[in-house]
């Protein structure tokens, strides 16, 4: 499967940008799909995840009450609907997906997920 993330861009504080994520080359009918963002220097980090199944949500508590995770079953696409952008979520955004049924970081690490979207960037100046 193939992954593409698009919808990055320059915002200033209090902004939102709403990012995408296609899948192509499976119909996607199972599995977690997460998005993670990595800053200059830093860790890439959990940002939030869907289970295609179902639809239940998870997100790290930096962005817990503003930014939404969604999926278009019929699109194959997930989104990152990002509200009240601030500097500090300046990154690199990437989108992966795991079809696994068991993952050891709870689907919260990078390595929890074996497919990769090339990334978007993310920039929020204030």
């Known amino acids: 499967v193939q992954l593409q993330a698009s919808g990055g861009g320059l915002v200033q504080a209090g902004a939102s940008l709403n990012l995408s994520c296609a899948a192509s080359?499976?119909?996607?009918?199972?599995?977690?799909m997460g998005w993670f963002r990595q800053a200059p220097g830093k860790e890439r980090e959990f940002v939030a995840r869907i289970a295609w199944s179902g639809g239940r949500t998870w997100y790290a508590d930096s962005v817990k009450g503003r930014f939404t995770i969604s999926k278009d079953n019929g699109k194959n696409t997930v989104y990152l609907q990002m509200n009240s952008l601030k500097p500090e979520d300046t990154a690199v955004y990437y989108c992966a997906l795991s079809t696994s049924f068991y993952a050891p970081g709870g689907w919260r690490a990078w390595d929890d997920y074996g497919s990769w979207g090339q990334g978007t960037q993310v920039t929020v100046s204030s």
């Open positions: 080359g499976r119909t996607l009918s199972s599995g977690t």
